[in-house]
């Protein structure tokens, strides 16, 4: 069965969703604070806006939301079944522009964590912070300049 919800609905849900400052950016801006990092957030100069930015490091991070962001096998990147043409192009547009500015970050030398939400639930948030400062502390001149975060194994996977 589908649940379908009438366009007034379905607008104030959409409203509500942030662009900045979500639950799961917030986690891991609280925990990388409490060990000890300090960042910017959303620099605008840097090519798509990263939610966290660690200049001593040379690391810019995203972190993605499954459904927006469409991470490849997981359970909440789901497609909803209403206007899936509109949808589909959304979700093209938003993995391209992700994939642009992953492009023009490593051209200017940063290193590149993507961190999914769902990896930051109860049971693996202690796990992925040790995974995010991990890669952090690799250093400005090691040579993964990309990874990722997330579940289902919640592994980095270096590219």
Known sequence: ???VVDKKTRSRMMAGIRATNTKPE???RRALHARGFRFRIHDKR???RPDIVLPKWKVAIQVHGCFWHRHSGCSKATN??????FWAEKFRANVERDAAAVERLLEEGWRIL???ECCLDKAGLAKAID???DFIKLGPNHPVHFAEVGKPDVAVVEA
């Open 46 to 48: 840097l090519p798509g």
């Open 1 to 3: 069965m589908t649940d």
């Open 26 to 28: 917030m986690l891991v």
């Open 131 to 133: 995974m995010i400062e």
């Open 80 to 85: 909803p079944s209403t206007n899936a043409s």
């Open 114 to 116: 993507v961190v999914w």
